[in-house]
Nanobody
């Protein structure tokens, strides 16, 4: 079983950038497809981006396409989310998640989750 820990959240002004990291332990990260999800106050958790086990395929929610980039370094057992041109509506707790086999944008396909990291974008 893999354990996931997010880091890199914080407070940033609109238009700014942040890079989130998701560090894995317990199992080699290369066995898993990974995803980022987020949950704003009073809203359901939603899909942000996903990446294949090799890093060769990615898929994004329309709301972040062109602004966010998901990547991974299996040698470092770490996944990243580079967030540029941040907007106040990006404010949320961001979670990384892992699953065996293929990528997915569906919340309930992921059995492994981190504890989340807060991202706050001020206007």
């Amino acid at each position: 079983q893999v354990q996931l820990v997010e880091s890199g959240g914080g407070l940033v002004q609109a238009g700014g950038s942040l890079r989130l990291s998701c560090a894995a332990s317990g199992r080699p990260l290369g066995s898993y497809s990974l995803g980022w999800f987020r949950q704003a106050p009073g809203k359901e958790r939603e899909f942000v981006a996903t990446i294949s086990w090799s890093g060769g395929s990615t898929y994004y929610a329309d709301s972040v396409k062109g602004r966010f980039t998901i990547s991974r370094d299996n040698a470092k057992n770490t996944m990243y989310l580079q967030m540029n041109s941040l907007k106040p509506e990006d404010t949320a707790v961001y979670y990384c998640a892992g699953k065996i086999l293929g990528m997915s944008d569906r919340l309930y396909d992921y059995p492994y989750w981190g504890q989340g990291t807060q991202v706050t974008v001020s206007s």
